[in-house]
């Protein structure tokens, strides 16, 4: 199983497969999740068919599924068809491609936590998300954190789905950090259910998708909290661009970052 995976740019597959190669990385994509896309097979096509000059196999990568506006918890029938809409299409996709897995977002409000709503957002994720999962046994299907304000919420999900074998949570740890809760807050909560990680860095107030140690956030307590948990899961380092990538994933060797070791000294 691949431990790392790069967000792989169209117009530089020879410099991404070169780096993919020499660390071992898997790709996400990041092309998908467009309406223009979603509703237009030939774009789709196309897209693929690109992937496919430098890739003949798919079924170790993964991709970021329709998360802008999708809201699967909506009250309002026309929302929430629409949101379940896009998140078939995404799933159609990556069993076109024959993807391993896809990332969603939770569409929560962020720090609105009303009883109903709540109730809501967790009857109705594990309805609609139990039955994709039966319906795409081959695709694993991830829920990312987004600005949600803390790790409780996914935690209770995760906890009535952990019977679905193909349904787990994604952390992105960068997320995580711009929220008031702990690292260890979010790993020690999240940790039964982590099956997948996006990193990147920023300045703790707003997410800059920065390269991995260009920012503020404490890499040595993110390797210490995912070792010390026991989290077996692989990172997405979601960084834009040849350059941004290859420096994060330097970083991350030299100071041995999950799922990095550090090396010994001579």
Same mark, same amino acid.
């Given at each position: ?9 169209? #117009? ?120 994709? #999962? ?109 350059? #941004? ?22």
């Amino acid at each position: 199983m691949n431990k790392l995976y790069l967000v792989p740019d169209r #117009a530089d597959m020879d410099r991404m497969c070169g780096l993919a190669k020499e660390y071992g990385c898997a790709f996400e994509y990041n092309d998908f999740y467009i309406a223009d896309v979603m509703d237009e097979p030939k774009k789709q096509a196309e897209i693929i068919a690109d992937y496919g000059k430098n890739k003949n196999d798919f079924s170790g990568d993964t991709m970021h599924g329709a998360f802008l506006d999708v809201t699967i918890h909506s009250d309002d029938p026309l929302i929430r068809d629409a949101s379940m809409l896009r998140v078939r299409q995404s799933m159609e996709i990556a069993k076109r491609m024959g993807l391993k897995g896809v990332v969603f977002h939770t569409g929560r409000l962020a720090g609105f936590r009303a009883p109903n709503y709540l109730r809501n957002w967790c009857d109705r994720n594990i309805s609609f998300f139990t039955e994709i #999962a039966m319906q795409y046994p081959e695709q694993q299907i991830y829920m990312e954190n987004m600005f949600d304000e803390a790790p409780d919420v996914m935690a209770g999900l995760a906890e009535k789905m952990k019977g679905i074998e193909n349904f787990g949570i994604c952390l992105d740890y960068a997320h995580a950090m711009l929220s008031r809760c702990s690292a260890k807050e979010w790993i020690e909560t999240l940790a039964p259910y982590i099956r997948h990680m996006h990193i990147n860095d920023n300045d703790l107030k707003n997410d800059l998708h920065l390269p991995v140690g260009a920012g503020q956030l404490d890499w040595q307590e993110f390797d210490r909290l995912i070792r010390q948990y026991r989290i077996d899961a692989p990172v997405l380092v979601e960084v834009s661009g040849y350059e #941004a990538q290859k420096k994060s994933l330097e970083y991350m060797k030299q100071h041995g970052i999950y799922p990095m070791e550090k090396e010994r000294e001579k």
